[in-house]
């Protein structure tokens, strides 16, 4: 039961954000809802969480590809209890290929922001003897694909960041852990589909079971759901002690 603690979720207006809000928010979480835009359609995402799940919640937009906002987030929030980070963002290219833009701002947005909020979050929760940091990392912060450059150096420091912060917080009633997402079908996923489609020459059913999930041994996508499901978990009385780790969740993918 999550009554009376607040969580901010970064990168939380869809897919895998929206899934963990949406289940801490039924837990009993306030929440605050994130992403970089600002428009009725995100503030009404909060409005209708609150009113599904009896809680307070409330968008506050930041682009955590800036230091300045990262940190303003949860400034404006007032600190948080629970801190997901899970803003992220993909590109694919050969890495002497990779755009140096792209490279800097996925480093920004999937690492770094976390470093930031983080650093924020954290004398607040100190001061309360409690809090939870829950980093939304990847299959792709164990392992690696190719022309995915950024993207693993990111999740893989993300993995790093996890188990830094957990070193430094340990028997202080704060833990920080990783979740390693498989494949989850969000916008994010989605929006691969026509592209491996193109290049493998298949349809999109083939693409996604012989192509997407060939390295998920389930071949099932993983929910935002279950992804929420286990941010719930790790903000339990259950995992006091599990801290510093990651939780895959992903099919079989890293038992590969
Ligand atoms: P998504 O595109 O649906 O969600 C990404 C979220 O981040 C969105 O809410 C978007 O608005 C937000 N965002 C993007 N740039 C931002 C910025 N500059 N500032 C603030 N918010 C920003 O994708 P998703 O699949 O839900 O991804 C969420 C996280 O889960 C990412 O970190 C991703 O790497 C990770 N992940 C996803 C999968 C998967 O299969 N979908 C697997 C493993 C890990």
Redesign the pocket.
């Known amino acids: 039961d999550l009554k009376g603690k607040s969580a901010i979720i970064?990168?939380?207006?869809?897919?895998?954000?929206?899934?963990v809000a949406t289940e801490l928010a039924r837990a009993g979480a306030d929440v605050v809802i994130?992403?970089?835009?600002d428009r009725p359609e995100d503030h009404a995402l909060a409005a209708q969480i609150a009113a599904d799940h009896g809680v307070a919640a409330r968008y506050i937009p930041?682009?955590?590809?800036?230091a300045e906002?990262c940190r303003a987030l949860v400034e404006k929030a007032g600190g948080c209890d629970i801190l997901v980070?899970?803003?992220?963002?993909?590109f694919v290219a050969p890495v002497e290929e990779f755009p140096i833009d792209k490279w800097n701002?996925i480093l920004?947005?999937?690492l770094s922001?976390a470093f930031h909020t983080t650093a924020a979050a954290l004398p607040g929760m100190r001061a309360k003897g409690w809090g939870r940091i829950v980093n939304?990392?990847?299959?792709?912060g164990l392992t690696a694909s190719p022309f995915k450059a950024a993207?693993v150096a990111a999740?893989h420091g993300v993995v790093g960041l996890s188990k830094t912060v957990a070193l430094e917080t340990a028997g202080q009633g704060i833990t920080c852990n990783a979740v390693?997402?498989?494949?989850?079908?969000?916008?994010?996923?989605e929006?691969q589909i026509p592209d491996q489609m193109k290049v493998h020459n298949m349809d999109r059913d083939t693409v996604i079971r012989e192509v997407m999930l060939q390295r998920q041994p389930s071949r099932q996508?993983?929910t935002?759901e279950q992804?929420g499901g286990t941010v719930v978990y790790l903000c339990s009385p259950h995992a006091d002690q599990v801290t510093g780790t990651t939780i895959s969740v992903d099919g079989g993918w890293t038992a590969l």
């Open positions: 970064t990168g939380s207006n869809s897919g895998i954000g929206l899934g994130n992403s970089f835009t930041a682009d955590m590809s800036k906002d980070n899970n803003a992220g963002i993909q701002q920004a947005i999937n922001s939304i990392a990847s299959a792709h993207y999740k390693c997402p498989g494949y989850v079908l969000t916008p994010l996923v929006a996508f993983a935002t992804i």
